[in-house]
């Protein structure tokens, strides 16, 4: 059997619009040292965390539907393979369900087989169903 890739489905009261428009807004509710941009096709951007660091692409973008995020580069300083990240997705999946709007988040190729995963899920978790759901419903999210 395949092993998952990391997933987060949430559901909030917020159109679909405003929704992608949010996602895009990563230095409000993900990472607080942000640059670029990350709301467009062929947008990029950065998000830095100390020693650790993560870029990426907007390989695919639909509003209101659907973006990706491809990672370019990046430095996981707490573990071994720095490089762990390059070369995975993240990919945002939109829906109106049930007079809400659905988000769910799959970060192609974070598998229970690499180093980071633990960590990441941990972290991952934090900002998609914390800080994003908080950012996405009272308009404060909570960016490390």
Known sequence: MKKQDYNATISVNATP???YGKIAMVG????KNFT????????TFKVRFGETFVDFKITEAIPG?????YVTDCNLDW???KKEWKDTKVVWEISAENNATQIKMTHVGLT????????CELGWNGHVKGSLVKF???????PQ
Do not use: F, M, R
């Not at 409000?28 to 990472?31: E, L, S, V």
């Not at 996405?136 to 909570?142: D, I, M, V």
């Open 17 to 19: 619009k405003e929704t």
């Open 28 to 31: 409000d509710w993900w990472a």
């Open 36 to 43: 670029g941009k990350a709301l467009n096709e062929n947008d």
């Open 65 to 69: 539907k659907k973006i990706v995020w």
């Open 79 to 81: 573990i071994s393979d």
């Open 112 to 119: 229970p087989e690499v180093e980071c995963y633990n960590d």
């Open 136 to 142: 996405l419903t009272e308009n404060k999210g909570q």
